[in-house]
């Protein structure tokens, strides 16, 4: 079993900074690419970035310049890097990974629980 647990999330006044962290722990052989997704009352789960297991980062359009995501593979560990916040930022922050665990060749994607982040004065 599998398990990501998402921290950082919380209340930050626009144009400030937050910084997410994502650890997997549990059951596991590999880890290949990790994501970031937001989704926001009542629209649809949206991806924010994502980062390959050679360090290649992609951005969603809205963020690019401003979040920076990386990743620590001895702690199995996706980092969100948020800054200049906007209210439109404001969102339920999942995280992502596929997947491989021991006894297995078969990548799978897992997800965490989600971590509020609310960008308001």
């Known amino acids: 079993q599998v398990q990501l647990v998402e921290s950082g999330g919380g209340l930050v006044q626009p144009g400030g900074s937050l910084r997410l962290s994502c650890a997997a722990s549990g059951n596991i052989r590999n880890i290949a690419g990790m994501r970031w997704y937001r989704q926001a009352p009542g629209k649809q789960r949206v991806l924010v970035a994502t980062?390959?297991?050679?360090?290649?980062?992609n951005y969603a359009d809205s963020v690019k310049g401003r979040f920076t995501i990386s990743r620590d593979g001895a702690k199995n560990t996706v980092y969100l890097q948020m800054n200049s916040l906007k209210p439109e930022d404001t969102a339920v922050y999942y995280c992502?990974?596929?997947?491989?665990?021991?006894?297995?060749?078969?990548?799978?994607?897992?997800w965490g629980q989600g971590t509020q982040v609310t960008v308001s004065s």
């Open positions: 980062i390959n297991s050679g360090g290649i980062t």
């Open positions: 992502n990974a596929q997947v491989t665990t021991s006894g297995s060749w078969v990548a799978s994607d897992y």
